[in-house]
């Protein structure tokens, strides 16, 4: 079984200051791990994924996430907020046996303060 | 190519009656699968289908929702009679084929509020 755990359910940055939306998850099997973005009355959409290759995985719009096996951690960090980055974004996970069931966490709100 | 389509985008429906929310996968993709998001809470998994086969429906809340895939294209997630705690967004996503390399892609969501 997998899980993750979004620490902060709201973030709020400075537009140009530093992203930091955290994660942690939990895998009995190695995970591969996802970020997801949700826009104002939008689908998913996601923005990065970590499937054991890289540990450090770059994603659209600016956004990066590092997977650090030793903190059970996939923070996803943008280094400067933008007003349109201001979403919600979920973490997820997927074990790395089987067929795909993704499992999500509960969100994280964030805004951008111009 | 075209993404993963919903329909209704949104629906309002009274409680006791029937909803059907609708996906197209995209094309070519066996895995098709049903999430749900209720207000303020986590996207929880519904099931999956592989083709036209129920792989996993542990997420099914209760009887009243049905959910088919025939002919392994689109799918179709019934309610019925809605309730209130039905209300959320429905999002429906889709991928390639087996084993979780494959990206799986969401659709817009279908919103439905039951009043």
């Not at chain 2, 098709?32 to 542990?58: N, T």
């Not at chain 2, 099914?60 to 929702?65: C, L, Q």
């Not at chain 2, 294209?73 to 889709?94: H, I, M, N, R, W």
Request: hydrophobic share 35%; with cysteine.
């Amino acid at each position: 079984a997998q899980s993750v755990t979004q620490l902060g359910s709201h973030v709020s940055v400075s537009e140009g200051a530093l992203v930091l939306l955290r994660c942690n998850y939990s895998s009995s099997v190695p995970p591969y791990l996802f970020w997801y973005v949700q826009y104002p009355n939008q689908g998913l959409q996601l923005l990065l994924k970590y499937t054991s290759a890289a540990t450090l995985v770059k994603g659209i719009n600016g956004f990066e996430a590092e997977f650090k096996k030793s903190e059970t951690s996939f923070h996803l960090t943008k280094p400067s907020a933008h007003m349109r980055d201001a979403a919600e974004y979920f973490c997820a996970v997927i074990g790395s046996g089987g067929y795909q069931k993704v499992t999500f966490g509960t969100g994280t709100k964030l805004q951008v303060i111009p | 190519e075209a993404g993963v389509t919903q329909f209704p985008s949104h629906s309002v429906i009274e409680k006791g009656q029937t909803v059907t929310l609708r996906c197209d996968p995209i094309s070519g993709h066996d895995n098709l699968y049903w999430y749900r998001r209720v207000m303020g809470k986590e996207i929880k998994f519904l099931l999956h289908f592989v083709k036209e086969s129920k792989q996993d429906e542990s997420g099914m809340p209760n009887n009243r929702f049905l959910a088919e895939r025939t002919g392994g294209t689109y799918s179709t997630l019934k309610v019925q009679p809605a309730e209130l705690e039905d209300s959320g967004v429905y999002f429906c996503a889709s991928s390639q084929s087996r084993g979780a390399r494959n990206t799986i892609y969401f659709g817009e969501g279908s919103w439905l509020t039951v009043v």
